[in-house]
């Protein structure tokens, strides 16, 4: 026998049934992080051939420098004994930039929307190194401030950080890298750009075929941590491959690291 309404009603419920897997279909896509070199991160960019621009013409998204103060002068080096006199954090890094924002009229790129995140290492002592970092910077401030340019680069300061409880004593344009062993209360978070740490802490995956699964529950827990306080996560010490690139992105890490920045560029325009 037909029942008219039993029917309505098993038509409705699939209907529903439909909008439903719909509706979180939409939701997952929206969620997903959609992937550019804006979310490349130039691993020790000073040691590429083109130091900067070779970032900077990728559009790249964050660039590395290490810096040791060495008798009052910012040099860029990953090892004292490789210092080189002339090469400069200014001559190398800053001076380029603001040669960049003035030719293209207070932005970043002529021809692309955005901006990055000058990474800064501190290698040697950080209150006499981050103040010379501060002098050198507040010259340019349309170029490094955000409150008086939205399209000032992001300067962030990693290795030899203050202490948290200083943080607020530093101007405005001054960004930290958040470590993820310490805790830092509301203000001393919204000082804080990114959270980084050692990709091996959690993982035994050396890029190769899919993270194990356990290890992977325990770093997709981090990630999803990190940006339940909604801030950015990146790891060093990662591999450098495309099924690493691939993975990492999977598990929505916000910054890539790479020391490949043309096969880096050729991988996200091939995807």
């Not at 037909?2 to 049934?17: D, G, N, V």
């Not at 509301?186 to 980084?196: D, G, H, K, N, V």
């Not at 190769?208 to 990146?234: M, Y």
């Amino acid at each position: 026998m037909f029942y008219p309404f039993t029917f309505l009603a098993s038509q409705l419920i699939m209907k529903k049934s439909f909008f439903l897997i719909l509706l979180l279909l939409c939701l997952y896509s929206s969620t997903k992080a959609q992937y550019s070199t804006l979310n490349v991160h130039s691993h020790n960019d000073y040691q590429q051939k083109n130091p900067f621009y070779e970032a900077y013409s990728h559009h790249f998204g964050s660039i590395e420098a290490d810096i040791w103060e060495v008798n009052g002068v910012l040099l860029v080096a990953h090892e004292k004994d490789q210092i080189n006199p002339k090469k400069t954090l200014d001559a190398m890094y800053i001076q380029p930039i603001v040669r960049l924002f003035h030719q293209n009229r207070g932005k970043v790129w002529n021809d692309y929307s955005g901006s990055f995140q000058l990474l800064i290492e501190l290698k040697s002592d950080a209150a006499k190194t981050l103040k010379l970092v501060i002098d050198l910077l507040q010259k340019y401030p349309e170029v490094f401030d955000r409150s008086i340019n939205q399209n000032a680069v992001m300067v962030t300061i990693t290795g030899n950080c203050p202490s948290p409880d200083l943080f607020a004593t530093y101007p405005g344009f001054i960004h930290f890298d958040g470590k993820l062993n310490l805790k830092y209360d509301e203000p001393q978070r919204s000082r804080i750009a990114l959270f980084s740490d050692d990709l091996e802490q959690f993982t035994s995956w050396k890029g190769i075929g899919d993270i194990p699964v356990n290890e992977q529950k325990k770093l997709q827990h981090v990630i999803d941590s990190v940006h339940a306080l909604n801030h950015k996560i990146r790891f060093w010490n990662a591999p450098d491959n495309p099924n690493a690139w691939q993975t990492l992105m999977n598990l929505n890490v916000d910054y890539i690291n790479t020391d490949h920045i043309q096969q880096m560029d050729d991988f996200l325009h091939h995807k």
